[in-house]
């Protein structure tokens, strides 16, 4: 059997679906192609037929990933199939995943079908997806939940229509490794046609064991895993595509598989996330948390200084985390830059160069050394792909046990410059009241995350918003050595976004109310 895990990264459909981690589409496009650099073999893009947005989004990555393949989510009905192909159709690899439920469970309560209907829709819909794309995966939803004969009855009949690829989801991540490995060992009994076809897990991680269950299915031959960036999805999360792919490594003596993953861009992959999504990762979460490979306790260090094979069995270097050096200052100039962010792996064309180069130069005014963390941070950060409506030019801010926090801010409209005032509940409560006096825009304010980017008491702090304007979510981030400039240039880079989205709104509008002449 083939020694070659595949891995179907997810974070852009189930991961993205969840609560507090969605994209906007230039955010997508920013990790698709980070997933492509990480070498993913396939990367679900999403789920067209949810909404234009999630359509529009697909077809943009189809149209950008060469390397890996680009996979579309669709419901086993034929309108479902026909918009996914439309989204992903011009992609290099496209794969068309198609799925329905097989538990009595969903068959039941959700679905209101018998064994037979739904194995019927399966078939059409197969069927229907090969007819248009070669590459078509097939999901038994809530297959550890199924019953085991029916399952095998579906799995055969999907191949037989021209599926090459089963996924066997433990959809609401209730199996434990025991159970979920020996269901891929009876469908590799009892399916014929099996090996017509690439088995695959997608495991939940509601009880912590997705990761494990992965594992017991590749046991049982799974050559397929589905995992998210970060372990993000529905509830608790997918199983975590850095936990899998380091585990398939580091113990690829037992397990006899591996994976082609480049693990140097594990680190970086999980941090663009966290940035993009406001998502932060717990510290002590395997792999990619602050904590993964920090040695406190006395005998620890010890040992790694003597010997690292001691008490590590992975290096910070093989999922790309270096050192933070020591970098540049504010004499650094715009070719040391520029040479720093290619040695850290960012190419910068120009434009990029130049606003990562005003933002360094701010930072490094505060702070006498900048580190490699802190200038990834800036670069991270990214224009956010639209033009600027408001931009900040100061604030004042004064506050203190004693006072009611009061916020001065200053913004720049095109040529006008607009000052107002507000008190608040707190520094960064009064700034944002005073920036809502100037504009107009009254958001709601859904989360708001601050994080060191590094150490000491100058390190950088991230700051990142989630905004309601109009019943819409914007989300908005900045770098700053100060928290209430940094929770400032967040909120406003929120507000945006909304006015960009406004803006195109209206240019739609209009768009559709121009009557051609005859
Ligand atoms: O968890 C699940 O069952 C899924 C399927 C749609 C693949 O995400
Ligand atoms: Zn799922």
């Not at 230039?26 to 893009?45: N, S």
């Not at 380091?246 to 480049?262: D, F, N, Q, S, Y």
């Not at 540049?328 to 910068?348: N, V, W």
């Not at 100058?458 to 908005?476: L, P, T, Y």
Request: aromatic content about 4%; glycine content about 8%.
């Amino acid at each position: 059997m083939d020694s070659r895990i595949i891995i179907f990264d997810t974070t852009l459909r189930d991961g993205e679906q969840s609560p507090g981690c969605s994209m906007n589409g230039d955010e997508k496009i920013r990790m698709a192609k980070q997933l492509e650099r990480l070498r993913v073999d396939v990367m679900e893009a999403g789920f067209p037929i949810a909404s234009t947005g999630d359509f529009e989004a697909v077809r943009r990555i189809a149209g950008t990933i060469e390397q890996s393949t680009v996979a579309a989510l669709c419901r086993a009905v034929q309108g479902d199939i026909d918009r996914a192909w439309e989204a992903i159709g011009s992609a290099r690899r496209p794969r068309i995943h198609t799925f329905i439920a097989t538990s009595d469970i969903h068959l039941v309560h959700k679905l209101r079908k018998t064994r037979s209907e739904v194995l019927n829709d399966a078939v059409r819909a197969v069927a229907y997806a090969k007819s248009l794309c070669d590459d078509v995966e097939f999901s038994c939803e809530d297959a550890s939940r199924s019953d085991i004969g029916f399952l095998a009855e579906i799995v055969a009949a999907a191949i037989e229509a021209g599926a090459n690829v089963i996924n066997l989801p433990d959809t609401v991540g209730y199996a434990i490794p025991r159970e979920y490995g020996q269901m891929f060992k009876t469908i590799r009994e009892r399916v014929q046609n099996i090996d017509r076809a690439i088995l695959s897990a997608h495991c939940h991680n509601d009880l912590g064991l997705a990761v494990a269950n992965s594992l017991a299915a590749v046991e049982n031959g799974a050559r397929q895993v589905e995992c998210t960036m970060n372990g993000i999805g529905e509830r608790a999360g997918n199983a975590a595509l850095e936990e899998l792919v380091l585990a398939i490594k580091t113990r690829h003596e037992t397990l006899g598989v591996h994976t082609a993953i480049h693990t140097e861009e594990i680190s970086r992959s999980s941090k663009l996330l966290t940035s993009l999504t406001g998502m932060m990762v717990q510290r002590n979460k395997a792999i990619v948390g602050a904590n993964a490979f920090a040695h406190e306790a006395g005998i620890h260090q010890d040992g790694v200084l003597k010997s690292a094979i001691t008490y590590e069995i992975m290096t910070p270097q093989s999922v790309g985390i270096r050192e933070s050096t020591l970098v540049l200052g504010k004499h650094s100039g715009r070719h040391a830059l520029r040479q720093r962010c290619a040695e850290l792996g960012y190419e910068l064309e120009p434009a990029e160069l130049e606003r990562v180069y005003q933002e360094f130069c701010v930072i490094a005014d505060r702070k006498k050394e900048v580190f490699d963390d802190e200038l990834i941070a800036i670069v991270e950060q990214g224009d956010g792909g639209f033009v600027e409506e408001y931009h900040l030019e100061g604030l004042h801010v004064s506050t203190g046990t004693a006072l009611r926090p009061t916020a001065t801010v200053e913004l720049r409209r095109a040529e006008e410059r607009l000052v107002d005032s507000a008190i608040g509940d707190g520094p960064v409560d009064a700034v944002y009241k005073a920036m809502e006096r100037i504009t107009g825009m009254v958001g709601k304010l859904t989360e708001y995350t601050l994080k060191s980017v590094s150490l000491g008491h100058d390190a950088v702090g991230e700051a990142f918003v989630r905004v309601m304007f109009d019943g819409v979510q914007f989300n908005g981030r900045a770098v700053s050595t100060d928290v209430i400039t940094g929770s400032a240039k967040a909120y406003l880079e929120a507000m945006n976004r909304a006015c960009a989205a406004r803006k195109r709104k209206e240019e739609r509008e209009q768009q559709s109310v121009i009557v051609p002449h005859t």
